[in-house]
Nanobody, 124 residues
């Protein structure tokens, strides 16, 4: 059993930055693959970014590549999503996800544990 607790999101103006964090408990963080997904109003949940156990491998959706950075601090059992150059299209509820084993990292069905989600709103 793994519990994921996400930081509070926020309201940001277009072009601004925001960092989300997700703290994991219930299992050794080092052994978890971590990912971020988001779901906008009226949209399906979509992949944002993922990171391997060691942090040596990352993967991003094309829509956020070059703007978002995923990282992890295993000593703090925490994964981060640094979001820069935010656009109104980034407005969504952001979910932290984790799994012991992940085959296709961008597939939400590969993840076993989920946070409650945090709202990020980007104004024009």
């Amino acid at each position: 059993q793994v519990q994921l607790v996400e930081s509070v999101g926020g309201l940001v103006q277009a072009g601004g930055s925001l960092r989300l964090s997700c703290a994991a408990s219930g299992r050794t963080f080092r052994r978890l693959y971590m990912g971020w997904f988001r779901q906008g109003s009226g949209k399906e949940r979509e992949f944002v970014a993922a990171i391997s156990w060691s942090g040596g491998n990352t993967n991003y959706a094309d829509s956020v590549k070059g703007r978002f950075t995923i990282s992890r601090d295993n000593a703090k059992n925490t994964v981060y999503l640094q979001m820069n150059s935010l656009k109104p299209e980034d407005t969504a509820v952001y979910y932290c996800a984790a799994s012991v084993v992940v085959g296709r990292r961008e597939d939400s069905r590969e993840y076993d544990y989920w946070g409650q989600g945090t709202q990020v709103t980007v104004s024009s």
